[in-house]
């Protein structure tokens, strides 16, 4: 399957467990490898699985690498009706009410230009106890699962 994972990071996080998952996912399958501020809305192709992983900034807010793209998004006005994606989100519980926004508002600013999401959105808690990548390998196994299933390819 071709699979194109994107990032959105203010310290490098992301960024860091991107590069883990695409480790992770390559070996069987044909990974490609982006920072959002480098991605336009015309860059995506539906030939193409995205896993998104993104990290919360501020109050609630995208991280400085995915604002770019959000505001791209939002002016280009995309149909993105076949793209299919997957989100993975990290944040810090500690800030109880924002506590991953960013992911939520990305995965939203997607579906309302028409794209599909595979899987629940998961949220990684750095003040818990689990590793970022403990839950985030899992993760990108099962949504890659999913919709190879749904697009009839084999996973």
């Given at each position: 399957m071709l699979i194109t994972i994107l990032y959105g990071t203010e310290t490098?996080?992301?960024?860091?467990?991107?590069?883990?998952?695409?480790?992770?996912?390559?070996?069987?399958h044909e990974v490609?490898?982006?920072n959002l501020a480098d991605f336009a809305p015309e860059d995506f192709s539906a030939d193409r699985f995205y896993l998104l992983v993104c990290s919360t900034y501020g109050d609630g807010d995208l991280p400085a690498s995915a604002q770019p793209f959000a505001e791209a998004v939002a002016t280009a006005k995309p149909n993105?009706?076949?793209?299919?994606?997957g989100i993975f989100g990290l944040g810090d519980s500690e800030y109880d009410e924002t506590f991953n926004h960013g992911p939520k508002k990305?995965?939203?600013?997607?579906?309302a230009h028409g794209a599909?999401?595979?899987?629940?959105?998961?949220a990684h808690d750095a003040s818990g106890s689990d590793l970022a990548e403990d839950l985030a390998f899992p993760w990108a196994e099962a949504v890659i699962a999913e919709v190879s299933q749904k697009l009839g390819e084999a996973a």
């Open positions: 490098g996080n992301a960024e860091m467990l991107a590069e883990d998952i695409q480790s992770e996912v390559e070996t069987d490609d490898l982006a993105l009706s076949g793209i299919h994606f990305l995965a939203e600013l997607m579906i599909h999401q595979v899987g629940e959105r998961v």
